[in-house]
C-alpha cells in the first residue's frame, strides 16, 4: 500500500511567509564533542512549511491548536486538479464528478510543479461558489499545495473566515506534486500547542 509524504521538509531553506519568521534549528549537544547524545533546539513561526491553521489563528472567538478536533485531520481524502486557475480563481465546476460526501477532506493540487525556493507572488484560491459548494457538502477540511487559502495581499481573509464559519478546517503548503488525482486515506495530525494559532503537521497519504 503506497505512502504519498506530503510534507514540505522544515530547514532554514523553508521559504516563511513574508516578515515571518523563518525555521532555525540550534544545537546544543553532540556525540561527535563527548556528548551522550546529540540534542538540538528550533525556533520557527508556527505557519512554518506544511501546516494547520487553528480557527483562531483568523478569529478572535475561534479554538486553538489544542482544542481542535482530531477528526478533520484523519480519514478519506480525495486530491482534486485545478490547473491554470490563478486570475479567476478555483470554480465550483473543479468539483463536477468528485463525490465530496464519500470523501469529505479534500486537497487542491493547483499546479504541476512548483519553485518553493522563493514565496509565490501569486496563486489560485478558491472563489465564494466553491466554498459554498464545498460548505454544503458537509466537507471537513480543505487543503492546498500553496502558503494560504487566501491570496497573499489579502487583509480579510475571506476564504479563512467562510471555511471557518462552515466548520472547514485548514491545511496549507502540502506538497502535492507527485500524487494523482483520485480518492486517499489522509493523516496530518497537528501538535497540540497550548494558544497555538497552527501547527506544523506530518501530512500523509495512503492509497485506499
Request: net charge negative; with cysteine; glycine share 10%.
Amino acid at each position: 500500500m503506497r505512502l504519498y509524504d506530503l510534507t514540505l521538509p522544515l530547514s532554514s531553506a523553508t521559504v516563511p511567509w513574508p516578515g515571518d519568521i523563518g525555521f532555525t534549528r540550534t544545537p546544543s549537544m553532540h556525540i561527535a564533542d563527548g556528548a551522550s547524545v546529540n540534542l538540538s533546539s528550533m525556533a520557527m513561526s508556527l505557519h512554518n512549511g506544511t501546516h494547520a491553521d487553528a480557527p483562531w489563528h483568523f478569529d478572535a472567538a475561534g479554538v486553538t491548536m489544542d482544542q481542535v478536533p482530531l477528526e478533520p485531520y484523519l480519514g478519506p481524502a480525495v486530491v482534486v486538479e485545478a490547473f491554470g486557475c490563478e486570475g479567476e480563481g478555483i470554480s465550483a465546476t473543479a468539483f463536477d464528478g468528485v463525490d465530496l460526501t464519500a470523501a469529505p477532506r479534500v486537497l487542491l493540487k493547483t499546479a504541476p510543479q512548483q519553485d518553493r525556493t522563493h514565496f509565490p507572488p501569486d496563486f489560485a484560491v478558491l472563489t465564494p461558489e466553491a466554498v459554498a459548494r464545498l460548505a454544503a457538502a458537509g466537507v471537513r477540511l480543505v487543503g492546498v499545495d500553496v502558503p494560504s487559502v487566501d491570496k497573499p495581499d489579502s487583509k480579510t481573509l475571506p476564504n479563512h473566515h467562510a471555511l471557518g464559519a462552515a466548520g472547514i478546517f485548514i491545511l496549507e503548503n502540502l506538497h502535492l506534486g507527485p500524487v494523482p488525482p483520485g480518492r486517499y486515506e489522509l493523516i496530518a495530525l497537528p501538535l497540540a500547542i497550548v494558544g497555538g494559532d497552527g501547527s506544523p503537521v506530518r501530512a500523509v497519504l495512503r492509497e485506499i
